[in-house]
């Protein structure tokens, strides 16, 4: 029995996506379906540049076709990104998807994991923009070595500085010393944020990554009440002192009903060069305490290591500047399952189409919400 694309469309019916749990092709991912005689050729648009498990996507799209009969398969791969709500009066229309990265806590490295997930997002292929919202101290001039005063386009909005392909803006750009300190209250803030989101030329991104200030204080209140977030990215690490204010801060995004895309935990062990040990040093098990009370999966744990406060003091995260060293890798891990996890959220917020297989009963296709 020759290969027939209605078979072929059948077969591909049954792929389901590893990561959100629903079908290839109502998710839209599947392009340009063509058979001639045994041979099958069609495009997979992933859902992200970063996605991990393109390989097994692949395994299940070419098991469905040999099943059907075909015994040449040619894939076409793209990325066609999943979304964010994006309302009639968003001030990033052209930003598909929304990161803010929390704590709570001062001091856990959020600027850090920031700065080296945007990073490993770009490396990925996406198009990737950082905003410090850090107004009391912004760390990104510093994490990326960039200092200087953005300039206005023709249309009046504010061009963002850029360093490894990333678009930023920081109010440290904006300082006429490095050493100065901005005293401003809530409305202030709020206003520079919005004008920072608003008002700069990001275009079109896959990404922007918000480095969001410790606490639970007006900036995290007014990007949920302006903006519609993907979800955030909750940094800790492991010992209690930090837990204590990285449960306010989860408990604040429920509240807001910010969606968590999970949680990293920095600094979760030290290996000694002599002993190849691991050796915990801020104790252990913190980053999965907060991933239970989220409700969210712990998405890596980050080594201590002397590389990534070197690098990052020089202006290059470590991401950048030694991409094959395992703990650039760990980062990279970290980008992806974020990455994936977007995805998932963003899938969630999409209508389910059910296949009319009535044989043409019903006319329309019906939408189960």
Not at 40 to 47: E, Q, Y
Not at 183 to 194: E, T
Request: hydrophobic letters at 45%; a negative charge; proline letters at 6%.
């Amino acid at each position: 029995m020759s290969l027939t694309l209605e078979a072929v469309h059948q077969n591909l019916a049954e792929v389901i996506d590893p990561e959100i749990g629903r079908p290839l092709a109502e998710l839209g991912m599947l392009r340009d379906v063509k058979v001639e005689g045994d041979k099958v050729s069609l495009g997979v648009d992933l859902t992200t540049h970063a996605c991990p498990l393109k390989g097994k996507i692949e395994a299940d799209v070419r098991a469905a076709l040999e099943k059907a009969g075909a015994r040449e398969v040619t894939i076409d791969w793209g990325v066609k990104a999943l979304q964010r709500q994006i309302a009639d009066d968003d001030p990033c229309p052209g930003v598909q998807n929304i990161i803010m990265v929390v704590s709570g806590k001062g001091g856990v490295g959020k600027s850090t994991v920031a700065s080296n997930v945007a990073l490993a997002l770009k490396r990925a292929g996406c198009r990737v923009g950082v905003l410090d919202a850090d107004m009391y101290g912004p760390s990104i001039p510093t994490m990326f070595g960039v200092m200087g005063k953005p300039a206005a386009t023709e249309s009046g909005k504010i061009r963002p500085l850029e360093r490894f392909g990333v678009k930023l803006m920081s109010i440290g750009f904006l300082l006429e010393d490095e050493k100065s300190a901005v005293i401003w209250r809530g409305p202030m803030l709020q206003g520079a944020l919005l004008q920072f989101l608003k008002d700069v030329e990001w275009g079109e991104l896959d990404y922007l990554v918000l480095d969001l200030p410790p606490g639970t204080g007006d900036i995290a209140i007014t990007l949920s009440q302006r903006v519609r977030t993907t979800g955030a990215l909750v940094v800790t690490t492991p010992q209690d002192v930090a837990l204590a204010d990285v449960y306010k801060s989860v408990a604040m995004l429920k509240k807001v009903s910010i969606p968590i895309l999970g949680v990293v935990e920095n600094e979760s062990y030290f290996i000694c060069d002599g002993c190849d040990k691991k050796h915990e040093l801020l104790g252990s098990g913190g980053g999965q305490k907060i991933a239970d009370f989220a409700e969210a999966p712990l998405l890596g744990q980050i080594p201590m290591h002397p590389a990534v406060r070197e690098w990052g003091d020089a202006g290059t995260p470590v991401v950048q500047a030694s991409p094959t060293s395992a703990i650039a890798q760990a980062f990279q891990s970290v980008a992806e399952r974020m990455a994936d996890r977007a995805s998932v959220i963003n899938a969630e917020r999409m209508p389910k189409l059910t296949i009319d297989r009535t044989g043409g009963k019903n006319r329309h296709l019906p939408i189960a919400r």
